[in-house]
């Protein structure tokens, strides 16, 4: 499959968190090994780079298996004008980071991102004497604690984020369940060209009225297209009305596809397609 | 309209925050002034304290207008056995508060809960020299702030917790947008007897086929059964599979909406009602 930068020499990709979070692993199945990283503290500043075109792509988690829809990615996708032009699925692997040297015994804090810390409470909970401190980033919690020299504290974070920071994994794959995944998008500024792929996101708004979002949906089951996710998220000023995020398995140049777009657009007051791209 | 606690004469309501939070007044639009307050420290608590019957009643808030849903409470709907009995809407109105004689100029730290600062954010950013605490709770921060006799530090929280604490309001609604409301629920144990209302709740999961979201909601639109709200939570173990939240506009005892639950239950291999209720 073709990756969306083409044959690019190098590719800047914006990410939240640290070097070595798992956005940042996302990014290299998506663009390969050429990418270059751009860490940014918070999902905004990585929007914002890709629209003043200080970064090439944005890579941003949309969903986790465990913990659900990323709303604030959802919201920044609808205020934003980029495009989607890839996916990619990522396990999560949680692992007990320390100080080369440091044993086990010694560790009386561990840091990570408070999701992070959610889905190893099964491990924490075995060691009563640990304290959790909640991080803004898995990845700087290893960076940190390396930094600081900690010799009493560790991580929670990826395997790559240890090895990048020169650190030790005292227990691997401590996370409570294993059928753990993040979903990730690309994001580009919109070209003009329409980009196709096995998938198509679209985001829209629909009138208030009876039997509206039955309606909405039928122009794709009247097409045998494929609904795989749908996300509804408030509309500011409007209390109780939605905007609907809908992805669909099919490309949004198809000829089924460009139709039932087209007969939603009849009913929706807002319509916009976030674009149509591969999985990698 | 009939109250879900009846003619009792004390009804304990457990809620999340300290006393003065936007719950209580949640649960004195519902209840009466005759509600006792059960405060507890986080949502988890507040099911518990129910279900083992510390409290008759939860509320809970399941949505806000600008912020959307409320997942954790969601997923703690599906987990217990409690029914939804009662609904009410809670204008959310935010307020600086400081110790009695503080003036403006000597503020310098702004605590409250994270959602109530971001929705401050346009006041907020007038004065450069605010620092932000998050906290756990709004009216926990006034009752902090009170207790800790903090001279140089306000709140973020509602009149009524100025007033409950003995504290001054410096400034009234400064939140950014006032069509700022917030959705909570009423539950309680499942009694057996099917109480009825204006609105019904219902949880479901479908299988993962093409076109089953749609078939799902057909049930309803054929029998011209309004949908005021559908969410969708993950489930666990099952990546990419979801639980459906549906509110219906109708009383689950109707006979259009007795056939549609059947309907529904054909496709649906988990399906459950959370309850029928009024809004007070």
Chains 1, 2 share one sequence.
Request: charged letters at 25%.
């Amino acid at each position: 499959m073709r990756r969306p930068c083409g044959a690019r020499p190098e590719v800047r990709a914006a990410f939240q968190g640290e070097a070595g979070a798992f956005s940042q692993t996302a990014a290299r199945q998506i663009f390969g090994p050429r990418v270059v990283a751009v860490p940014k503290p918070a999902f905004d500043d990585v929007f914002a780079s890709v629209t003043r075109g200080h970064a090439d792509f944005a890579v941003i988690p949309i969903e986790n298996s465990l913990a659900g829809s990323i709303h604030q990615n959802y919201d920044l996708l609808a205020r934003h004008r980029l495009e989607v032009v890839g996916e990619t699925y990522v396990r999560i692997e949680h692992n007990l980071i320390v100080m080369p040297g440091t044993k086990f015994a010694a560790v009386r804090r561990v840091y990570s991102h408070p999701v992070a810390l959610a889905q190893c409470v099964n491990f924490l909970r075995r060691f009563r004497r640990l304290e959790h401190v909640p991080f803004y980033d898995t990845a700087g919690s290893v960076k940190h604690i390396r930094e600081a020299g900690l010799k009493d504290a560790a991580a929670i974070a990826s395997a790559d984020a240890a090895v990048l920071y020169g650190m030790q994994i005292l227990h691997r794959r401590i996370e409570d369940d294993a059928e753990n995944y993040t979903r990730f998008l690309a994001l580009c500024r919109r070209s003009g060209h329409k980009a196709g792929g096995s998938k198509t996101s679209i985001v829209f708004a629909l009138k208030n009225a009876p039997g509206a979002l039955f309606k909405a949906l039928s122009v794709f089951a009247l097409r045998d297209i494929n609904l795989t996710k749908i996300e509804s998220r408030p509309i500011r000023g409007k209390p109780w009305e939605y905007l609907f995020y809908v992805d669909l398995g099919t490309d949004s140049r198809s000829r089924e596809c460009v139709h039932a777009l087209r007969h939603l657009r009849e009913m929706a007051p807002y319509f916009k397609v976030l674009g149509s791209y591969d999985t990698f």
